[in-house]
Nanobody, 125 residues
């Protein structure tokens, strides 16, 4: 399974971006998909995840109220709408997917995801 992200770019503080992620295998339906980010010199952190079957979502405290994760009509696509962007949101954003059920506490842990995209850069100035 390959994941491909798109939609990154450069934006001024307060602006918006929408990231997209699609899995290459049309028959692949993951248990959950999520967005993670990594800034230079920092560890990769979970941003938002969505349970593909039930639609429940989890967000990092730093993005609550500003970011929204959603799934597309195809159950192997997800989006991340990012509003009110801040310079501290600058990072490379990665899409991830996994087919194994997870507890609430594991949903934002990067080591719980098997499939990863190459990432897309988001720069907020």
């Amino acid at each position: 399974v390959q994941l491909v992200e798109s939609g990154g770019g450069s934006v001024q503080a307060g602006g918006s971006l929408r990231l997209s992620c699609a899995a290459s295998a049309y028959t692949y339906t993951p248990y959950c998909m999520g967005w993670f980010r990594q800034a230079p010199g920092k560890e990769r952190e979970g941003v938002a995840t969505i349970n593909i079957g039930g639609g429940s979502t989890v967000y990092a405290d730093s993005v609550k109220g500003r970011f929204t994760i959603s799934q597309g009509n195809a159950k192997n696509t997800v989006y991340l709408q990012m509003n009110s962007l801040k310079p501290e949101d600058t990072a490379r954003y990665y899409c991830a997917a996994d087919s194994r059920p997870k507890s609430y506490y594991d949903l934002l842990l990067s080591n719980q995801y098997m499939y990863w995209g190459p990432g897309t850069q988001v720069t907020v100035s």
